[in-house]
Antibody, heavy 116, light 108 residues
Framework: QVQLQESGPGLVKPSQTLSLTCTVS??????????WSWIRQPAGKGLEWIGR???????NYNPSLKSRVTISVDMSKNQFSLQLSSVTAADTAVYYC????????WGQGTLVTVSS | QSALTQPRSVSGSPGQSVTISCTGT?????????VSWYQQHPGKAPKLMIY???ERPSGVPDRFSGSKSGNTASLTISGLQAEDEADYHC????????FGGGTKLTVL
């Protein structure tokens, strides 16, 4: 059974770039046809889709974040990554990685705080 | 503001049924059956409960059901149990992905 695990710094300074990695275990990130997404949730608020990468490497991003987001994949490490540039306090949230268009598998989430 | 609108809260007693609505504004939402629902307990990751409007993943009790009519999708939970108390999020994946604001279900 595929499992996902987010990792990365829990504290990022304003104006810097947030970088997170999602490690896939129990299966190969390159096998089959899957979408790999990033989703975030500010404390006490709803979920916000950030973007996704397909097995082929093509990407789709939330239009509201598109100018600041890059999602990439490293097949050799069975990981995919998120970079969010020019962060502000509004980017403070729990960040999740998830699989497929239906988000049938989620990581446990990692809290990222933007603060100086 | 979310592109999908959910009630902030709903409640019901054990054994009763509750329905959570999710209203979309895009033509894609109405035209395609690409709606999913997630259950989220405090401090936990969301869990897929319904996809493609009314399909249940393996392991999800048949007390959970989904439907859609026009611009409104619904999640119905019958035979409410204490463990159903959680936040529920709807999602549309027709075109770009959007979530609702979430609904807190309280089991009285």
């Amino acid at each position: 059974q595929v499992q996902l695990q987010e990792s990365g710094p829990g504290l990022v300074k304003p104006s810097q770039t947030l970088s997170l990695t999602c490690t896939v275990s129990g299966g190969s990130i390159s096998s089959g046809s899957h979408y790999w997404s990033w989703i975030r949730q500010p404390a006490g608020k709803g979920l916000e889709w950030i973007g996704r990468i397909y097995t082929s490497g093509s990407t789709n991003y939330n239009p509201s974040l598109k100018s600041r987001v890059t999602i990439s994949v490293d097949m050799s490490k069975n990981q995919f990554s998120l970079q969010l540039s020019s962060v502000t306090a509004a980017d403070t949230a729990v960040y999740y990685c998830a699989r497929d268009v239906t988000f049938n598998t989620w990581g446990q989430g990692t809290l990222v705080t933007v603060s100086s | 503001q979310s592109a999908l609108t959910q009630p902030r809260s709903v409640s019901g007693s054990p054994g009763q049924s509750v329905t959570i609505s999710c209203t979309g504004t895009s033509s894609d939402f109405a035209a395609y059956n690409y709606v999913s629902w997630y259950q989220q307990h405090p401090g936990k990751a969301p869990k897929l409960m319904i996809y493609d409007v009314n399909e249940r993943p393996s392991g999800v009790p048949d007390r959970f059901s989904g439907s859609k009519s026009g611009n409104t999708a619904s999640l119905t939970i019958s035979g409410l149990q204490a463990e159903d108390e959680a936040d529920y999020h709807c999602c549309s994946y027709a075109g770009t992905v959007v979530f609702g604001g979430g609904t807190k279900l309280t089991v009285l």
